[in-house]
Structure formats: structure tokens, C-alpha cells
């Protein structure tokens, strides 16, 4: 098993429980962390044998880009859209 971690990912959105945080918005910084099994990629050299992280990032940047009240919904929602596109993934964390 291997890490993927993608660090400070920064983004300007529109979350929060209160109108009026999703009318000003906000910048938010996110980290992501997933377990997966890396041996593969690492014998082969080759990006179709792992997990790309610019489609990581791209995956956060579509959850980032709707209004979410919680926090801990924008967190979740990013955990089941990568969940559910790399069923190999083991564990996914966001920070």
C-alpha cells in the first residue's frame, strides 16, 4: 500500500450556513490523502497503472465548485466522488 497526497490545494468558494457567506465566499485550502496500492505504477513506470493526480484534483475542484452549508459536507462529498471513481482506493482523507 502507498500514499497519494495532494497539499494545499487552494480554491475560492461559496460554503457556509449562512447566506451571507455564500454570497461573499471564501478561500479554503484542502488536503487529500488517499491509500491505494501503488505496486503496479511502481514497476511499470506507466500513469494508466495509478491514479492521476490531476484527475484528483479535478474531482475536488467539481465538489468545490457547488455551495455546500457544511464543511463536513464538502468533505464527505469528496470522499464518496473519489470512493466511487477509483473503487481500488482504499481509504480517502480530507483535511
Do not use: C, W
Request: aromatic letters at 10%; glycine letters at 6%.
Amino acid at each position: 500500500m502507498g500514499l497519494i497526497s495532494l497539499e494545499g490545494m487552494e480554491f475560492f468558494a461559496y460554503h457556509g450556513y449562512y447566506d451571507e457567506e455564500q454570497k461573499i465566499g471564501n478561500k479554503y485550502s484542502i488536503d487529500l490523502t488517499i491509500t491505494t496500492d501503488l505496486s503496479k505504477a511502481g514497476n511499470t513506470d506507466k500513469l494508466s497503472n495509478t491514479i492521476s493526480y490531476e484527475e484528483l484534483y479535478d474531482q475536488v475542484k467539481s465538489v468545490m465548485l457547488q455551495k455546500h452549508r457544511l464543511l463536513e459536507h464538502v468533505a464527505q462529498q469528496i470522499i464518496e466522488r473519489i470512493q466511487s471513481s477509483y473503487p481500488e482506493i482504499v481509504d480517502v482523507k480530507v483535511a
